[in-house]
């Protein structure tokens, strides 16, 4: 019987640590602004969703922290 994993990320993670993530995402981020050819929705939508990960991110820390 051939078994599949339950998911398609890799066994080791690429990043070290979810601040590592979100500087990508950031720094990808601004990469973008100045590339005609992606819409201005799609940098819309792609900061919208890094600003959701930061905050999702400062809230889990917070709720840590207590």
Known sequence: ???YPTT???SSPPYDAINTIILILCDR?????GDPSISED????LF???M???DF????????AL
């Open 48 to 50: 919208d969703v890094t």
């Open 8 to 10: 398609l990320l890799p």
């Open 29 to 33: 981020c601004l990469i973008i602004t």
């Open 42 to 45: 799609e940098k819309q939508q």
């Open 57 to 64: 991110w400062e809230a889990e820390e917070a709720t840590n």
């Open 52 to 54: 959701s990960l930061v």
């Open 1 to 3: 019987m051939t078994s």
